[in-house]
Protein backbone atom coordinates (compact mmCIF):
# COMPACT_ATOMS: atom_id res chain seq x y z
CA UNK A 1 0.00 0.00 0.00
CA UNK A 2 1.17 3.74 -1.01
CA UNK A 3 2.28 5.29 2.01
CA UNK A 4 2.18 2.37 4.67
CA UNK A 5 5.64 2.48 6.40
CA UNK A 6 8.25 -0.42 5.04
CA UNK A 7 9.40 -2.53 8.27
CA UNK A 8 13.06 -3.24 8.60
CA UNK A 9 11.92 -7.07 8.12
CA UNK A 10 10.10 -6.31 4.67
CA UNK A 11 13.59 -4.48 3.34
CA UNK A 12 15.77 -7.42 4.82
CA UNK A 13 13.22 -9.88 2.95
CA UNK A 14 14.42 -8.30 -0.36
CA UNK A 15 18.13 -8.84 0.42
CA UNK A 16 18.38 -4.80 1.04
CA UNK A 17 20.96 -3.30 3.78
CA UNK A 18 19.05 -1.19 6.65
CA UNK A 19 20.46 1.74 7.92
CA UNK A 20 18.96 1.91 11.85
CA UNK A 21 20.15 4.70 14.37
CA UNK A 22 21.21 2.88 17.37
CA UNK A 23 18.59 3.40 20.98
CA UNK A 24 19.92 2.38 24.50
CA UNK A 25 22.55 2.11 26.39
CA UNK A 26 23.18 -1.73 26.61
CA UNK A 27 26.56 -2.08 23.02
CA UNK A 28 28.26 0.75 25.12
CA UNK A 29 31.27 1.29 24.18
CA UNK A 30 30.76 0.69 20.74
CA UNK A 31 27.52 2.10 19.90
CA UNK A 32 26.16 5.26 21.58
CA UNK A 33 22.52 6.33 21.20
CA UNK A 34 21.32 8.81 19.15
CA UNK A 35 25.18 9.44 17.86
CA UNK A 36 25.77 5.82 16.26
CA UNK A 37 23.56 3.98 13.08
CA UNK A 38 24.17 0.32 12.19
CA UNK A 39 23.89 -1.07 9.11
CA UNK A 40 21.97 -4.24 8.78
CA UNK A 41 21.97 -7.14 6.42
CA UNK A 42 19.70 -10.54 6.10
CA UNK A 43 21.75 -13.08 7.48
CA UNK A 44 22.41 -14.13 11.45
CA UNK A 45 25.78 -13.64 12.39
CA UNK A 46 27.53 -12.82 15.62
CA UNK A 47 25.41 -9.15 15.92
CA UNK A 48 21.71 -10.00 15.69
CA UNK A 49 18.92 -7.42 15.47
CA UNK A 50 15.99 -9.30 16.62
CA UNK A 51 12.30 -7.92 16.47
CA UNK A 52 11.04 -7.98 20.16
CA UNK A 53 7.21 -9.42 21.08
CA UNK A 54 6.62 -5.67 22.06
CA UNK A 55 7.40 -4.65 18.41
CA UNK A 56 10.99 -3.08 19.57
CA UNK A 57 14.19 -4.23 18.15
CA UNK A 58 17.10 -5.10 20.01
CA UNK A 59 20.78 -5.48 18.59
CA UNK A 60 23.35 -7.64 20.75
CA UNK A 61 26.26 -9.62 20.53
CA UNK A 62 25.40 -13.47 19.48
CA UNK A 63 27.49 -14.94 22.81
CA UNK A 64 26.40 -18.31 21.80
CA UNK A 65 23.64 -20.73 19.72
CA UNK A 66 21.75 -23.94 19.36
CA UNK A 67 18.71 -24.89 17.28
CA UNK A 68 16.27 -22.83 18.89
CA UNK A 69 17.80 -19.50 20.25
CA UNK A 70 20.93 -17.75 19.57
CA UNK A 71 22.24 -15.98 23.09
CA UNK A 72 22.89 -11.93 23.19
CA UNK A 73 24.41 -10.00 25.20
CA UNK A 74 25.18 -6.61 24.94
CA UNK A 75 28.89 -5.44 25.48
CA UNK A 76 27.14 -2.71 28.22
CA UNK A 77 25.52 -6.07 29.55
CA UNK A 78 26.18 -8.34 32.36
CA UNK A 79 23.49 -11.20 31.79
CA UNK A 80 22.27 -12.81 28.31
CA UNK A 81 18.95 -13.45 26.83
CA UNK A 82 17.79 -15.99 25.02
CA UNK A 83 16.28 -14.86 21.43
CA UNK A 84 14.45 -17.90 19.66
CA UNK A 85 15.97 -17.71 16.20
CA UNK A 86 12.62 -16.81 14.56
CA UNK A 87 12.95 -13.50 15.57
CA UNK A 88 16.14 -12.70 14.25
CA UNK A 89 15.84 -10.92 11.44
CA UNK A 90 19.26 -9.89 10.61
CA UNK A 91 22.51 -8.76 11.52
CA UNK A 92 24.98 -5.51 12.07
CA UNK A 93 27.18 -5.45 9.17
CA UNK A 94 28.61 -1.79 8.82
CA UNK A 95 28.70 0.56 12.19
CA UNK A 96 27.94 4.59 10.89
CA UNK A 97 28.95 7.25 13.82
CA UNK A 98 30.25 11.12 13.18
CA UNK A 99 30.83 10.64 9.51
CA UNK A 100 32.59 7.69 9.95
CA UNK A 101 31.77 4.34 9.14
CA UNK A 102 33.36 1.17 9.78
CA UNK A 103 33.08 -2.65 8.55
CA UNK A 104 32.67 -5.32 11.10
CA UNK A 105 34.15 -7.66 9.18
CA UNK A 106 37.60 -5.66 9.55
CA UNK A 107 40.71 -6.55 11.38
CA UNK A 108 40.08 -3.86 13.84
CA UNK A 109 36.94 -4.88 14.14
CA UNK A 110 37.58 -8.05 14.79
CA UNK A 111 40.47 -7.29 17.06
CA UNK A 112 38.02 -4.97 19.00
CA UNK A 113 35.94 -8.05 19.22
CA UNK A 114 38.23 -10.31 20.59
CA UNK A 115 39.30 -8.44 23.22
CA UNK A 116 36.30 -6.83 24.44
CA UNK A 117 34.86 -10.78 24.89
CA UNK A 118 37.95 -11.79 26.36
CA UNK A 119 37.68 -9.01 29.07
CA UNK A 120 34.17 -10.20 30.08
CA UNK A 121 34.74 -11.97 33.02
CA UNK A 122 36.81 -9.18 34.19
CA UNK A 123 33.97 -6.68 33.46
CA UNK A 124 31.48 -8.88 35.43
CA UNK A 125 33.62 -9.11 38.44
CA UNK A 126 34.20 -5.22 38.19
CA UNK A 127 30.80 -4.42 38.15
CA UNK A 128 29.81 -7.09 41.12
CA UNK A 129 32.23 -4.76 43.12
CA UNK A 130 30.86 -1.52 41.98
CA UNK A 131 27.30 -2.42 43.07
CA UNK A 132 28.72 -3.85 46.23
CA UNK A 133 30.72 -0.54 47.04
CA UNK A 134 27.82 1.84 45.96
CA UNK A 135 25.21 -0.49 48.41
CA UNK A 136 27.81 0.30 51.76
CA UNK A 137 28.14 3.72 50.82
CA UNK A 138 24.41 4.26 50.76
CA UNK A 139 23.97 1.93 54.08
CA UNK A 140 22.57 -0.70 52.59
CA UNK A 141 23.65 -4.42 52.98
CA UNK A 142 24.06 -6.76 50.02
Known sequence: MAGQPVTIEEQLSRGELVLVRTKGISMQPLLYEGQSHVIVAPAPADRALARLPDG???????????????YTRGDNCCSQEAIPRQQVVGVAVEIARRGRRISMAGEIYRLYTWLWMAGYPLRRFTRRIRLGLGRRMRGKRP
Not at 56 to 70: M, S
Open 56 to 70: RYLLHRVVGKDDAFY
